[in-house]
């Protein structure tokens, strides 16, 4: 099966631009999806597919792919960003299998 | 408006059985596959188990297969995790989620604990 890797921990200061990164095979054949993960609470959505955004997201945050990397940036790093982020997609080996990064900490200073 | 409400989690001893369950609500549920993600206390998300619409096709992680089986109702909008041969490393949040393109997971439940321990 594949795999995701993830920066385990990023950090950015108030109001700048970070970007998060997410390697792996199968980013070179599928869309890395996206997911925000505040603690206490299940992941949330912010983006799949190219680059596009579920109801709700902010334009702060978008998508980008190059190779074997997906990328999620968030432009003005807001306070309520700190979060976990997760990327997925569906695995090389299987028509339903999907894979997650290990995620990355955001922190915002 | 979405919504996945699991049940079935709880304490139970290593080697014995569990069934979760997962009832789906605000979306035709068998136009979509369903996953099974789960989350170790402190760890990041693990992929368990999919399904699709119509239980065609199905795939597990390699940590569980053999030991688990996803399945579903359509007539009851319910999905299921049979979890057999429970070991302490299964102990994990366990959250049924949607299915959409490509591998994207674009709804969560909350979540059912399931703590593998004697």
């Known amino acids: 099966s594949s795999e995701l890797t993830q920066d385990p921990a990023v950090s950015v200061a108030l109001g700048q631009t970070v970007r998060i990164t997410c390697q792996g095979d199968?980013?070179?054949?599928?869309?890395a999806s996206w997911y925000q993960q505040k603690p206490g609470q299940a992941p949330v959505l912010v983006i799949y597919g190219k680059n596009n955004r579920p109801s709700g997201i902010p334009d702060r945050f978008s998508g980008s792919s190059s190779g074997n990397t997906a990328s999620l940036t968030i432009t003005g790093a807001q306070a309520e960003d700190e979060a976990d982020y997760y990327c997925?997609?569906?695995?090389?080996?299987?028509?339903?299998?999907?894979?997650f990064g290990g995620g990355t900490k955001l922190t915002v200073l | 408006e979405v919504q996945l409400v699991e049940s079935g989690g709880g304490l139970v001893q290593p080697g014995r059985s569990l069934r979760l369950s997962c009832a789906a609500s605000g979306f035709t549920f068998d136009d979509y596959a369903m996953h099974w993600v789960r989350q170790a206390p402190g760890k990041g998300l693990e992929w368990v188990s999919g399904i699709s619409w119509n239980s065609g096709s199905i795939g597990y992680a390699d940590s569980v297969k053999g030991r688990f089986t996803i399945s579903r109702d359509n007539a009851k909008n319910s999905l299921y995790l049979q979890m057999n041969s429970l070991r302490a490393e299964d102990t994990a949040l366990y959250y049924c989620a949607k299915g959409a393109a490509a591998g994207t997971v674009d709804y969560w439940g909350q979540g059912t604990l399931v703590t593998v321990s004697s």
């Open positions: 997925n997609s569906r695995d090389s080996s299987g028509n339903l299998d999907v894979v």
């Open positions: 199968s980013l070179r054949s599928y869309y």
